[in-house]
């Protein structure tokens, strides 16, 4: 397919599953912290469950929403990055994550985020950074304890 | 599907001479988008200016600007003839009886919200009704809610059917004693629907009731005569005919106007100022406080002079030819459905595709160069009653052509197969 580079960069096969088959999605029914993310602008919502433990390990976590493709395969890949990590490790993957994102660092910079680096076409599409973020920023307020979060 | 019709969907259509002709007035249309040819598709958000219009523009700033209405000398004196001036052609653009009957404003938003601040917090109480067709802009929803809000007053939504008309059946049960004003657009921004204005507005006449009519997506189409709609007031803005951003207008029956109160204060509007007495200014500069959008009103009235050198019939004839064509193209793409096919609709797709969110085909139609609008348009009830998050909107003007709809389909099959859509 004849597609411009930029499409190509940003919609990867990997991207395109997620999309169409997203891991992890559905809701936890008793779990230990939870947010609602919100892009007004675009009318994406996405809603992030997660149980930790009492050794601040992330033992579930899942999602529920709707959105575009980016940040539907963001949840998605997200999911299954943060799941066993601890609370530590997971707030410097969001961390490096964002950095990749608005392009403030390469991703081969950081070895964590090899499987995160389908998204670094995005730092070329200002408009779109949100939709990759917005999972991540969810996750975050969820961790914080911030029910409702908006990311614009 | 039958032959018939697939034959007509393959057959390449030819732009006319006159249109490529035209295309020559509006330079941005040569440019390079990711290094493809731009197609622009976004005229629904703002039109492109031609270069008459831009010309007009410098020429001003080069040689006459100066503050209007205000000093002796020569240039102040030149820049407020070519600014009434452009008021003047505005006048007659629109077939108002009388330049006191124009008003210059920002925009069309800001238009309303002079309505409904000056008029409507004057005149309403609680147990009003104030009628809001469910396809408005937020431009003509937000301004009455405040004012509702501040008055008791009740909004009611006049619905619409499945295919983007106004619901007139439902209008006219709606239609009683305690309805005061009603806001509706010439033209659907969502879904290109034009409303019949002229019956709304005799079926108002009859009830007195004030019409408020959004025209900002119908200016830039056909021409407007609001003696003849018989509304009491119409907004429309200067970007969406081809004019600049930051000037639009105001029309209002002068018998309305007249007993309106300023919506802003300050230098211009007013003929006296002591701390005991305020006289207001005459009409429409009562309306106009400080240094007003003055290289725009008569880069403004440019455009109206640059779209009356053109045959709009033809242009009028020529969009739907395109309309037609777009949408005998778009039936070619998996999964597509249009949103909004009102009979006699303006010249502007919006649709969505099975499975791709309208965000993700506006960035991968941006990368083949083709501009179009994704999202909720400002106007997030049309999105609900259709039970959609968003569309994708194709909006056309009289310079684009068949083949930039052929780039347009191109594209959309390139989404439709990125993501696997099949029918």
Redesign the interface.
């Given at each position: 397919m004849l597609l411009t580079n930029r499409s190509k960069n940003l919609y990867q096969e990997v991207i395109l599953d997620h999309n169409k088959n997203p891991r992890n999605y559905r809701e936890i029914e008793h779990p230990s912290h939870f947010a609602k993310g919100n892009n007004p602008l675009c009318g994406d919502k996405l809603d992030v469950y997660l149980i930790i433990d009492d050794k601040n390990v992330v033992t579930d976590v899942s999602f529920v929403g709707d959105g575009c493709a980016i940040s539907k395969a963001s949840a998605s890949i997200m999911t299954t990055l943060v799941k066993d990590k601890t609370i530590d490790e997971v707030n410097k993957l969001f961390e490096g994550f964002h950095d990749m994102a608005t392009g403030k660092i390469e991703p081969d910079e950081d070895p964590k985020l090899r499987r995160l680096r389908a998204f670094s076409g995005v730092k070329d599409l200002p408009a779109r950074v949100k939709c990759a973020t917005l999972a991540w920023h969810t996750l975050d307020a969820a961790l914080k304890n911030q029910e409702i979060i908006s990311t614009e | 599907m039958d032959t018939v019709s697939k034959d007509t969907i393959s057959q390449k259509r030819e732009t006319p001479g006159r249109i490529l002709e035209i295309r020559r007035d509006f330079p941005i249309l040569n440019r390079q988008v990711?290094?493809?040819p731009l197609v622009y598709l976004d005229n629904g958000a703002s039109t492109q200016m031609p270069k008459q219009v831009m010309d007009t523009i410098n020429a001003y700033h080069e040689f006459h600007h100066s503050n209007v209405h205000r000093g002796v000398h020569q240039l102040s004196q030149e820049a407020t003839e070519l600014y009434e001036g452009a008021r003047e052609k505005l006048r007659a653009f629109i077939g108002a009886a009388s330049t006191k009957e124009v008003v210059y404003t920002s925009g069309t938003t800001e238009s309303i919200n002079l309505v409904a601040n000056s008029y409507g917090l004057a005149n309403l109480k609680k147990g009003d009704k104030i009628l809001i067709s469910n396809m408005e802009h937020h431009a003509n929803i937000v301004p009455w809610y405040m004012i509702a809000k501040k008055t008791g007053a009740e909004i009611v939504v006049i619905p619409i059917l499945d295919d983007g008309s106004l619901d007139m059946d439902a209008l006219s049960e709606l239609m009683d004693n305690n309805v005061r004003i009603l806001c509706v657009n010439h033209v659907s921004n969502a879904l290109g629907t034009v409303n019949p204005v002229k019956e709304i507005a005799k079926m108002c006449r009859d009830y007195g009731v004030i019409t408020v009519i959004d025209g900002a997506q119908a200016v830039g189409h056909f021409p407007i005569d609001v003696v003849d709609l018989g509304v009491d007031f119409y907004a429309f803005s200067g970007h969406k005919m081809h004019g600049p951003t930051g000037v639009g207008v105001l029309y209002g029956r002068e018998e309305l106007l007249a007993k309106m109160e300023p919506f802003m204060g300050g230098g211009d509007m007013i003929l006296s100022v002591s701390f005991e007495k305020i006289i207001w200014n005459e009409l429409p500069y009562k309306f106009e406080a400080g240094t007003p959008p003055i290289a725009q009103a008569i880069g403004l009235g440019a455009a109206v002079d640059y779209l009356n050198s053109l045959d709009r019939e033809f242009l009028e004839s020529y969009e739907n030819d395109l309309l037609e064509y777009a949408t005998e193209k778009l039936k070619s793409v998996s999964g597509l459905k249009l949103v909004g096919t009102a009979p006699g609709k303006i010249s502007l797709n919006s649709f969505v595709i099975e499975g791709?969110?309208?965000?993700?085909i506006g960035?991968?139609l941006d990368?083949?160069g083709v501009a179009v609008r994704t999202?909720?348009h400002c106007a997030e009830p049309v999105?609900d009653r259709f039970g959609i998050?968003?569309t994708t909107r194709a909006s056309m003007a009289f310079y684009n052509t068949f083949e930039e709809i052929d780039a347009l389909t191109d594209a959309l099959l390139?989404v439709t197969?990125?993501?696997?859509v099949t029918d």
């Open positions: - | 990711q290094d493809k791709v969110h309208p965000h993700d960035t991968i990368g083949e999202g909720q999105m998050p968003a390139k197969e990125l993501f696997d």
